[in-house]
């Protein structure tokens, strides 16, 4: 039975990553062919998200920083459930894959029809997104002064190798694209006590408005 879930579960991560791959492709593809301006997006992202924390936040963030309403067009903030529910075989507990494959599908309608621009996120989601390349380098963002103070709260992830039944790291990391900010105080309404990091998207079009959001919350 364990080795029937092993097979199972590597099989849905080969398709999470797939999924992240292609998500990628759309995010440089899709989004470049507009003519009209899209909304400022900010996406919070994880398997337990507060709703109505992140409308509040919004509401907030939009009266500090007005001008993240472009051309008329109020930003949106969303709220993303998505993410592998983990297996528990002692206890009897399966999970679905096709679950937590839902919001991935979500993920991609909205990269499909809108930008993106700032992405807050638990850690297993946030790594899967980067392995994808769907995040800007840190060092494309800020200058030399700003990432010797952001250091200690670097976030890159492990390549891994997905060729066995679980995958392995190969020893190589993406590049650093994210800050920690676990124990954010405007954050934690939202995640609660999760380990969080925030990233700006790789094509975003809103990139000092994103530096700015982003700063808010360091």
């Known amino acids: 039975m364990e080795k029937k879930m092993a097979i199972k579960r590597r099989a849905f991560q080969r398709v999470l990553l ?3 791959g292609g998500l990628t492709v759309c995010l440089l593809g899709c989004s470049g062919n507009k ?6 997006q900010m996406v919070f992202c994880s398997l337990s998200i507060n709703d109505k924390a992140v409308s509040d936040f919004g509401a907030s963030l939009l009266k500090e920083i007005p001008e993240l ?17 983990k297996n528990d075989i002692e206890a009897g507990v399966m999970s ?4 937590g494959m839902a919001g991935i599908m979500k993920m991609v309608a909205i990269v499909s029809t809108s930008d993106l621009d700032v992405f807050v ?5 946030a790594a899967r ?21 952001l250091e200690s709260r670097f976030l890159s992830f492990d390549i891994l190798n997905t060729e066995g039944i679980e995958p392995v790291p190969t020893g190589e990391k993406t590049p650093v694209c994210g800050i920690v900010i676990t124990g954010n105080e405007k954050m934690k309404g939202i995640f609660g006590d999760q380990e969080i990091g925030v990233f700006i998207i790789a094509n975003t079009k809103n990139l000092e ?3 700015k959001v982003v700063k808010t919350l360091l």
């Open 69 to 85: 309403t472009i051309d008329g067009k109020a930003p949106m903030f969303t709220p993303m459930i998505m993410g592998e529910v």
């Open 129 to 149: 997104q980067a392995r994808g390349g769907m995040f800007m380098p840190l060092a494309d963002i800020f200058s030399g002064d700003d990432l010797a103070a």
């Open 96 to 99: 679905d894959p096709m679950m």
């Open 18 to 20: 797939l999924i992240a």
């Open 209 to 211: 408005l994103s530096k």
């Open 35 to 40: 003519s009209k301006t899209a909304p400022f």
């Open 121 to 125: 996120s638990d850690m297993e989601n």
